[in-house]
């Protein structure tokens, strides 16, 4: 399984981005999927998922800002962030893991399914 984000980038605090999850070579049909982020010395952390039957789930720190969601033929999984904190800064990750199942897959989440996308938030 290859995942692929984007849609990362440098923006001033309050600023919004639009990452990008793309499945290589498969559909995220029955799959819940996450976005995951960790920062330079932290652990990583769930930010938002999403059920198989589109039930999103979002961490405290992003409910009301952030948005999740698929596309009609649940090949790509977005994350609409918007009114961005600098303690948003963090590299972003996708994988095939969400909320559910998120306890027994923690250390394989953040850089094991695709390369992250770095989101940087100045002040």
């Known amino acids: 399984v290859q995942l692929q984000e984007s849609g990362g980038g440098s923006v001033q605090a309050g600023g919004s981005l639009r990452l990008t999850c793309t499945a290589s070579?498969?559909?995220?049909?029955?799959?819940?999927v996450g976005w995951y982020r960790q920062a330079p010395g932290k652990e990583c952390e769930l930010v938002s998922s999403?059920?198989?039957?589109?039930?999103?789930y979002y961490a405290d720190s992003v409910k009301g800002r952030f948005t999740i969601s698929i596309d009609n033929a649940r090949h790509t999984v977005s994350l609409q962030a918007n009114s961005l904190k600098p303690e948003d800064t963090a590299v972003y990750y996708c994988?095939?893991?969400?909320?559910?199942?998120?306890?027994?897959?923690?250390?394989?989440?953040?850089?094991?399914w695709g390369q992250g996308t770095q989101v940087t938030v100045s002040s």
């Open positions: 994988a095939a893991v969400g909320i559910k199942e998120y306890y027994s897959w923690v250390g394989r989440l953040c850089g094991h």
């Open positions: 999403i059920d198989s039957d589109g039930t999103p």
């Open positions: 070579g498969f559909t995220f049909d029955d799959a819940d």
